[in-house]
């Protein structure tokens, strides 16, 4: 007979997209209070690798990343994903701006050997997780780089992007391996 093992916890990964610096804001600050302290931020890089979100959140859309403090259950991805999508409905009502979507939030994981991202959208390379949500391997991490695949989107195939990720990797297996001192 097998046995079956509980997953590891991951490190809770959000993607923001916002129409201006005062929409930025407001999402971290919104994520914060969802999701609880966030223990990594990244740069601010401006997001020009596609022009899809221009119609819905503006012509100079700023890209940031944050990580949440507390460790996760790999399996609460696709509840994130619908927790992320309410936080986006309540800042497009609050936000009173130009643009219909002033904010877009996609939420991940990051394990040892992987960057997961979480979508509403099927397509052949995507993972039903349950809770109408679809998953996505987008980066691989192998002999200490991060590696896109086929699919993998423009903006995740930047160095900068794979620096701050490494950054979270990093602080993940430190705080498993504090876990386990504590145990």
Not at 85 to 100: D, H, S, V, W, Y
Request: net charge neutral.
């Amino acid at each position: 007979m097998w046995e079956l093992k509980e997953p590891n916890p991951v490190k809770i990964i959000i993607g923001i997209l916002a129409s201006d610096d005062r929409c930025l804001t407001a999402a971290r600050q919104a994520l914060a209070s969802a999701f609880g302290p966030l223990d990594l931020v990244s740069d601010i890089w401006p997001f020009e690798k596609t022009a899809y979100y221009r119609e819905q959140t503006g012509p100079a859309i700023l890209r940031q990343f944050v990580c949440v403090e507390q460790l996760a259950d790999p399996s609460e991805l696709a509840p994130m994903k619908h927790r992320t999508n309410r936080i986006e409905q309540e800042l497009a009502a609050t936000l009173a701006g130009p643009f219909p979507r002033p904010v877009n939030l996609d939420p991940g994981i990051i394990e040892p050997s992987k960057l997961v991202l979480a979508t509403t959208k099927n397509y052949a390379h995507r993972v039903y997780i349950g809770h109408k949500m679809y998953a996505e391997v987008t980066l691989v991490f192998d002999r200490g780089l991060w590696c896109p695949l086929p699919y993998t989107y423009p903006d995740y195939r930047q160095q900068v992007y794979f620096d701050f990720f490494s950054e979270v990797r990093s602080r993940l297996l430190q705080q498993r391996r504090s876990q386990r001192h504590e145990e």
